[in-house]
């Protein structure tokens, strides 16, 4: 596989890591320097930081379901100042870019968040979290293109970093929200996060998880996944990262061939900390073995039938 | 003390299995793998078949203390609570599984020359009984008090092998009829220079806690809590620490000194 | 297992069927009159009809899934005039009330099926289909609160009988739109329908689905379905049919604790075609077992947490 | 004709597994079952841990003609292509089957005083296997040509007892080296007076189809189409027909007379 070239960023291969699904710090010490020896995404996406700490949401805080698992972290991290001091210097030291994912209830706080990451050279890209569905305010801004182009528009002028905008998939035209980004000046859109969803204890069938709801991850979401991306992709220009129960090599693959330039395993790495890799050899010699439309520095290919459409009668 | 473990889950045969009492134990070849510390852990799952269970499940690996772990082999010991020990249940020597570890700190000796009381019961056994060994093997003396809900499962005090054991069944029918709280107390009344190491059902393990509170007696706690991935990626295994906010158990427990915590979580 | 008042039914029992899942006259010729000495269903709720007769998508219109499956049927029908001549005399001969489920493309279509369908006394509620994905009209008014609400102002006046709203879970906020329904007269509310979807051959990268895109349902989308059923009830009064990846009596018994006041079952129909009285037995043992506020005749269990706030750090 | 089936499926004892060349026959007990017509078909699922395969599949149960139904005794005929034919064949006699059926239509005795020329291969075997028995059994005469890609998918052929067999391979390595389609022309042009009774692989059937249309030979086809439920619950297992719209094979099919559509669909 040759590089790939993500909004002026040349990385090894098209694997990221998805938010929030990886702490590079704590497998650190887990593994030790193994885990830099064979580091398995191109480019690392650090958690969600927001301006001030979270302590993140009281346990439970998952739940395993048919082919996936619903997550109520809310968002724990030391906040943007514990970030730089602490976390940066650490994740500065990975032998990939680092890509720092950053979430605002307000759009001074997003702005705060913005200037202060564009300032560290470190930092090669911002992804914004307009999409948790752990975080009211992420979930309404993502869900609403005025709102988010609003937001977009705001912050853009605030880095000459790329600027990815992760979006929301709770929301009735995904494909809107992203011309909204794309119209905004945003560099390339990341789709899916998790579906909003919820579970009962068992017993007492109160609510299992400490934040009331969370978000669905893994296989069982996809499907909902590629059709989402593929969506997207029919609408807009910019770059896409997709995601959502990427667990092989042809799940990445399917996610390209609909339009997407880079994709994030999430909810695969719990399962085996280097799954990454294995998905990218897989990915790899699939895309050997195929026509070359397949390749991630083709134009992007379309998927032959708008989405948009295709539903009519 | 944290052994680090190789990066990546690694697919290892299982060597034997058979069932002690109301438990089922499991042994499993890891000749890539380093001597693990008394305390720690590992995520398991079924190389083959992982799913399709009660509710379509499991689809996460699943956290077990080690039992023992001699010459590049490890044992497990667990209970049939849902799709995850059902499954595992079903191996046999031959099958395969995933394993992904040695993950977490586990306990640190006593000292000032204390003695070590191993407090605890039913799945609560594996790290009590990695710790009993290696204490042994330090030559610090250790003394271990389970307390089980029966006959069947009072069986599993027999996989704790390297320290004197006295047991406690809440039915009477074997050892002291009552918890592992009056043993422990008792313990604690004949000599209180002790460290208590403790592991077992949240109920249990808080009421070890705040008897060892009460009387200033040092404890240190092998914890549970859901966890998804193991290593600190999800952010799913916390519990709320005294310090404030939340700490993760897979990469800052599951052993924690008692005086972190306020109280045992219920469930997590 | 008491009988269950929905909207002036009287129902043996809160199960019944997803519409679209169950052929009971096809059922009837492959099962004979077994299926109906032991009809699994309280009451049985037709596939969806249009005015005008439907071939339905292309094939494949199948793809099956983690937990789950794709399809992409698109609706066909006899379209009313034949529903009417053929396939009503024949499920008003089966012992359970029959639920109409109509949809269509604009309002006026809507009224024509809502008035001839009102016409019928062999028919005891109507199902609007606003929310299925195959069918772009659907997705968009059952999406938006305004054109939903104006949809059922139109349509309310023309039926006496119990008119239940079919919401989309394709949308930001699905109990926004089930109380557009409620403020315009709706009866009640079913959901969740199927989370769009897609699938791509395995060989060509092409769309599987004959029709481009499809619905997810089964196993897969239990958590989503529990939280969209459980928001709506925070928001409305009116009745509510909950579905969505129910396999189990435990699964049914959630989404009543949630707040539905009938459950429906559809894919695990495929697996089994008498798979709903298995687990109408396993709710009622639960129901027997477990606190008076789970049965279905009590006044509406409410989940102790606000699922709109739950999120908010 | 139409054999209807007890209402809901049922858990079945596999009482026999083996290999036959390139495929495996699964026997099962189905003591309250029908006796099912020839062409009719089964929803079959492992009634333990049926998905955890390749891409978290199976789910939904996998269609599966008879090859023979003896006394109360099942037998049916895969070859592994994916996550339900692959757990499928992983089990073994004391295992147990979920299954429903019979369903669909099957074959109708030719007229005319035709013989019947079954024409198939690959997994086309099992419904033409039974229809020869029930055609021995009415003392039509019968008479089967079959295709396979080599010598191990050939053994298949041993599979149909009850008529006189000739074998074409792709590669020539056992019978004729050609298609199916080769022997039929050749039957055809011996003695036009057949009815033509199909079922194999989409292309093959297809080419089948043509011959026949081209011969004005009356066929019946036994399709196959992804199913879901196979009893016209989910309208997912369409073909497209000459009178206009689709039919829902799992109703009014497999077994369709050729003359009803205008080509075999590619897949399905
Ligand atoms: C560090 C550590 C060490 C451990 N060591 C051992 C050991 O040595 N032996 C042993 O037997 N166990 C041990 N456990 C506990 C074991 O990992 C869990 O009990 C595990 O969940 C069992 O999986 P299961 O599928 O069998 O049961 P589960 O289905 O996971 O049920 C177990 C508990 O999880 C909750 N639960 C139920 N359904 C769900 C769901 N859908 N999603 C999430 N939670 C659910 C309930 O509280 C239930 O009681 C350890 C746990 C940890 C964290
Ligand atoms: C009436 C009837 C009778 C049949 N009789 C027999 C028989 O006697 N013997 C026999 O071997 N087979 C028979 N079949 C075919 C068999 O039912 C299918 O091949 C079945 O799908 C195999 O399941 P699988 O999981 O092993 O393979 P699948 O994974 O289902 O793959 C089989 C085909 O399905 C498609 N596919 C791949 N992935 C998916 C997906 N995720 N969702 C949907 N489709 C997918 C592809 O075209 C693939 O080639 C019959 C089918 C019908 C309809
Ligand atoms: C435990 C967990 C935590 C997550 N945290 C974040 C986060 O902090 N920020 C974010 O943008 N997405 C977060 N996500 C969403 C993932 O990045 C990803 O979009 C989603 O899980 C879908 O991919 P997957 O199915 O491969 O997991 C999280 C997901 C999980 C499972
Ligand atoms: C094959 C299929 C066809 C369906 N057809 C319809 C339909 O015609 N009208 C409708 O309102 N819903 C239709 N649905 C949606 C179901 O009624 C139900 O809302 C959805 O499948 C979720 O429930 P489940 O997970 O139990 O299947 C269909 C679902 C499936 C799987
Ligand atoms: S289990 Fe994932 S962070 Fe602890
Ligand atoms: S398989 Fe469901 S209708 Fe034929």
């Known amino acids: ?313 | 003390m944290r052994v680090q473990a190789p990066f990546g889950r690694r697919r290892v045969a299982v060597t034997g299995a058979r069932d002690a009492g109301a438990y089922r134990v499991l042994e499993a070849a890891d000749p890539d793998g380093p001597q693990p510390w008394p305390g720690q852990f590992y995520m398991l799952a079924a190389a083959e078949r992982w799913g399709a269970g009660a509710d379509e499940r499991p689809y996460l690996p699943r956290a077990f203390s080690y039992l023992q772990a001699d010459a590049g082999t490890l044992s497990f010991m667990f209970e049939d609570v849902g799709p995850g020990t059902a499954r595992l249940g079903e191996l046999r020597a031959g099958d395969e599984l995933w394993l992904l570890g040695p993950l977490g700190i586990g306990f640190t000796a006593p000292d000032g020359g204390r003695r070590a009381l191993l407090a605890g019961g039913g799945i609560g056994i594996p790290p009590l009984s990695a710790w009993a060994r290696e204490l042994a093997a330090q030559g610090i003396a250790a003394e271990a008090l389970l307390g089980f809900r029966d006959a069947a499962h009072a069986a599993g005090a027999g996989l704790l092998t390297d320290a004197p054991v006295q047991v406690a069944t809440d039915d009477g029918s074997v050892g002291r009829h009552g918890l592992v709280t009056d043993l422990l107390a008792a313990a604690l009344d004949d000599d209180p220079l002790a460290t208590v190491y403790a592991c077992g059902p949240p109920r249990m393990l808080e009421a070890v806690r705040a008897l060892c509170a009460a009387r200033d007696v040092p404890a240190q706690l092998a914890l549970e809590a859901g966890m998804a991935c193991g290593f600190g990626a999800c952010y799913g295994c916390v519990v709320p620490v005294r310090e404030g906010g939340y700490l993760r158990l897979c990469v800052d427990g599951p052993v924690l000194d008692a005086a972190r915590i306020d109280a045992v979580p219920a469930h997590a």
């Not at chain 1, 997003?110 to 999409?131: C, F, K, Q």
């Not at chain 1, 994030?264 to 900390?273: H, L």
Request: hydrophobic letters at 45%.
């Open chain 1, 1 to 313: 596989m040759t590089t790939v070239d993500f909004c002026g960023l040349r990385l090894a291969h098209p694997v990221v890591n998805g938010s929030g699904t990886y702490d590079a710090i704590a497998a650190r010490r887990v593994f030790g320097d193994a885990l830099l020896a064979s580091f398995p995404f191109s480019a690392f996406v650090s958690k969600t930081i927001t301006l001030q700490p979270r302590a993140g949401n009281p346990p439970p805080r998952l739940w395993e379901t048919p082919a996936g698992m619903i997550n109520s972290i809310g968002l724990p991290n030391r906040g943007l100042a514990g970030y730089l001091e602490y976390d940066l210097p650490e994740l500065a030291a990975l032998p990939v870019p680092l890509i720092t994912n950053v979430m605002g209830s307000t759009e001074a706080e997003v702005a705060a968040l913005v200037e202060a990451v564009d300032a560290r050279p470190e930092i090669a890209a911002i992804e914004l979290n307009v999409s948790c569905p752990n975080v009211r305010t992420g979930l309404d801004i993502g869900a609403d293109p005025a709102s988010l182009g609003a937001l977009v528009r705001a912050v853009r002028p605030l880095t000459g970093k790329p600027l990815i905008v992760k979006l929301t998939p709770n929301t009735a035209d995904v494909a809107a929200v992203a011309q909204a980004a794309e119209a905004e000046g945003a560099d390339a859109v990341s789709l899916i996060n998790t579906l909003r969803a919820m579970a009962l204890a068992p017993g007492s069938g109160e609510p299992w998880l400490g934040g009331g709801t969370g978000g669905l991850s893994g296989p069982a979401i996809r499907a909902v996944a590629l059709a989402q991306v593929a969506a997207v992709a029919r609408r807009v220009r910019i770059a896409i990262v997709g995601m959502g129960g990427i667990t092989r090599g042809n799940h990445a693959r399917d996610l390209l061939l609909a339009g997407a330039s880079l994709v994030a395993v999430g909810t695969e790495n719990f399962r085996d900390p280097i799954a990454a890799s294995r998905i990218c050899c897989e990915l790899k010699s699939l895309q050997n073995a195929e026509t070359p439309s397949t390749s991630v520095n083709e134009p992007r290919p379309q998927v032959e039938v708008d989405v948009n459409s295709a539903d009519s009668p």
